[in-house]
């Protein structure tokens, strides 16, 4: 049976490809992090043997988040068809398989605040296969700044009871349940369109400050880091928020 959430700070990176190690990278990322997002579930369907595997191989107490295939955000664009229906759907068994907490929508630059696309996600989250993780959106591009299209999509959001992921390195939620979910790749991204190298200690202290203001308000904050030298600043996160006397799952 899956744990019931428990609010708390659960910080880690998107994905353990990457964690080099001389042994099983999954195993020893779980020692050091107890929280982590999949990524590669975005670019292919990884096999739910595959994900029930990842889910033996970590302590129970470990945390998952998945990043939703792009065939929903980026080739469909949260259009309600029979492809997103079913592309919904295994992203749910994948969840539950692995006992995921959050399922993340990511969406292009291209998906700008027309009424035709907050329309579109309207519809997609209200219908939405459902289980017991919660629903992230990130939406992307300068246009979701303005102050219209931000009340625009808290109205979409909080009717759909969708948390929205965000930046937390120098943006603000419109609108979150008892989770919320950041996405760190560092405000360079917003200029450049990459990701940051690694968080200044200025940009990381703000991090902390606000993931302690979401916990103090009785949230679940999830963090996940994705600039390029990720696993140091996921650490540099977790050793500074204890430091702050915040505890972390």
């Known amino acids: 049976m899956p744990r019931a ?3 708390g700070l659960y910080v880690g990176a998107g994905g353990w490809h990457y964690f080099l190690v001389p042994s099983d990278r999954l195993v020893s990322y ?3 992090f107890k929280f982590v997002e ?4 975005f670019y292919a369907y990884p096999t739910l043997r595959a994900a029930y595997g990842w889910r033996k191989r970590v302590p129970e107490d470990f945390v998952f988040a998945v990043r939703a295939n792009r065939e929903i955000t980026h080739g469909r664009k949260l259009l309600l068809c029979e492809e997103t229906v079913k592309a ?7 969840c539950e398989a692995l006992r995921s ?3 993340v929508y990511t969406m292009p630059p291209s998906f700008e605040p027309s009424e035709e696309n907050l329309a579109r996600a309207r519809e997609f989250f209200n219908e939405a296969e459902r289980g017991r993780f919660k ?3 990130e939406t992307r591009g300068r246009l979701w700044g303005s102050a219209s299209a931000r009340e625009a999509l808290r109205k979409v959001l909080a009717e759909a009871d969708v948390t929205h992921s ?3 390195s120098y943006q603000e939620p419109v609108y979150a349940n008892d989770l919320v979910y950041a996405r760190i790749f560092g405000p360079a991204r917003e200029t450049t369109g990459r990701n940051q190298y690694s968080l200044r200690g200025d940009q990381m202290d703000k991090v902390v400050r606000k993931a302690g203001e979401h916990l ?3 949230k679940r904050v999830m963090v996940a880091f994705h600039t390029v030298k990720m696993y140091e600043d996921a650490a540099r996160m977790v050793r500074k928020a204890k430091t702050a006397g915040q505890a972390c799952g």
């Not at 999949?38 to 579930?41: C, E, P, Q, R, T």
């Not at 919904?88 to 994948?94: D, G, P, S, V």
């Open 166 to 168: 965000v930046d937390i």
């Open 216 to 218: 103090r308000g009785g």
């Open 5 to 7: 959430p428990v609010p």
């Open 88 to 94: 919904q759907e295994y992203m749910k068994r994948l």
């Open 30 to 32: 779980s020692k050091c």
């Open 38 to 41: 999949v990524n590669s579930s």
């Open 101 to 103: 907490e959050a399922l």
């Open 135 to 137: 629903l992230a959106f």
